[in-house]
Structures are given as structure tokens and as C-alpha cells.
């Protein structure tokens, strides 16, 4: 059984940093593993924030572009989202998501929700202005 759980949300005011971490069991986080962040506001489609194919392609949608970076411990089994310059925006519930299988993106391609096999339960970001 796959499970992926989020950590390292919080309250913090713009311009400030977070790091959410993903820890996985049941699947290998490792250089071939294709994986992403998402976010999600009330009312909205969850979005991809940045995905990793199983090249280590990495994708970022353009209002993160610069500010997040994606990254993976393979020892630790762990996948983390370093945010900064973080704004109101930015405020969402964030959720990892894997997939079963190898995946290979063009450079610049998000990959949609819809297309994610895990989830994690989310981790709540909020940004004070």
C-alpha cells in the first residue's frame, strides 16, 4: 500500500520560506520516479505546481518559476518542495502525488492531476501579507 505524507506546512508572512516534504512507504522515491506537487484553493481544480519525470526533467508553472524548487532525498524515500519569496498567492492546501509508473515530459509540460496514481493528504501553506 502506497502512502505519501506531507509535512512542513505552515503560517508564514510574504517573502518568507517553507520546505514541505513528502515521505513515501510502499513506493521508491528514486531518480526514475515521476512525482509532483500540487496545490489547491477552495473553489478551485487542484494545479500542478512542479513535476519531475523519471529523467529528472523538472517543470514549474510560471507563477512559482524561480521561487520553488523540487528536490528528492532517494536514501530517505523523501520528495520536498523548497518554497521562497513566498506571497498570498501562494496560499493553499499542497499535496504530493506519484505515479505508478516511469513518465517522460517535454520540457515545460505540468503534468495534470488527473494523471497522479498517489496522493498525499496535503499539507496547509498560508501566507500573510
Known amino acids: 500500500q502506497v502512502q505519501l505524507v506531507e509535512s512542513g506546512g505552515g503560517s508564514v508572512q510574504s517573502g518568507g520560506s517553507l520546505r514541505l516534504s513528502c515521505a513515501a512507504s510502499g513506493y521508491t522515491v528514486s531518480t526514475a520516479s515521476c512525482m509532483g506537487w500540487l496545490r489547491q484553493v477552495p473553489g478551485k481544480e487542484r494545479a500542478v505546481v512542479a513535476h519531475?519525470?523519471?529523467?529528472?526533467?523538472?517543470n514549474y508553472a510560471n507563477s512559482v518559476k524561480g521561487r520553488f524548487t523540487i528536490s528528492q532525498d532517494n536514501a530517505k524515500n523523501t520528495m520536498y518542495l523548497q518554497m521562497n519569496s513566498l506571497a498570498p498567492e501562494d496560499t493553499a492546501m499542497y499535496y504530493c502525488?506519484?505515479?505508478?509508473?516511469?513518465?517522460?515530459?517535454?520540457?515545460?509540460?505540468?503534468?495534470?492531476?488527473?494523471?497522479?496514481?498517489?496522493w498525499g493528504q496535503g499539507a496547509q501553506v498560508t501566507v500573510s501579507s
Open positions: 502525488a506519484a505515479v505508478r509508473a516511469r513518465c517522460a515530459s517535454a520540457r515545460g509540460y505540468l503534468r495534470p492531476a488527473v494523471r497522479y496514481d498517489y
Open positions: 519531475r519525470d523519471s529523467r529528472g526533467i523538472t
